[in-house]
């Protein structure tokens, strides 16, 4: 059964730079797009983030750029997400997600990705 599990939430002051972790288990992350999500209560689950399947492509939503970045370590079978410059509209439950089509370019829609993983909380004070 695949597996994916976050890790690196918690509650971080504004301006903190934590870096969350996605380990996969049954699922070679560089056979897949990899994406990150969040959803902050009452609110839809939205983008953040994702990296095409051969790590050629990332996209960003708008209120992330310069200040996320998706990477991944195919040793380690390991997506992370970092974050720098958190800011308290940031708080959310963060998801990791695999996009099993080896495309070009990444896919937004969280409908379009097969896997997901529990999510962690980041809560960001102000």
């Known amino acids: 059964q695949v597996q994916l599990v976050e890790s690196g939430g918690g509650l971080v002051h504004s301006g903190g730079s934590p870096r969350l972790s996605c380990a996969a288990s049954?699922?070679?992350?560089?056979?897949?797009?990899m994406g990150w999500f969040r959803q902050a209560p009452g609110k839809e689950r939205e983008f953040v983030a994702a990296?095409?399947?051969?790590?050629?492509?990332?996209y960003y939503t708008d209120s992330v750029k310069g200040r996320f970045t998706i990477s991944r370590d195919n040793a380690k079978n390991t997506v992370y997400l970092q974050m720098n410059s958190l800011k308290p509209e940031d708080t959310a439950v963060y998801y990791c997600?695999?996009?099993?089509?080896?495309?070009?370019?990444?896919?937004?829609?969280?409908?379009?990705?097969?896997?997901w993983g529990p999510g962690t909380q980041v809560t960001v004070s102000s």
């Open positions: 997600a695999a996009d099993r089509l080896r495309l070009r370019n990444v896919r937004v829609g969280a409908g379009q990705y097969d896997y």
């Open positions: 049954r699922l070679t992350v560089s056979n897949y797009a």
């Open positions: 990296l095409n399947w051969n790590g050629a492509a990332t």
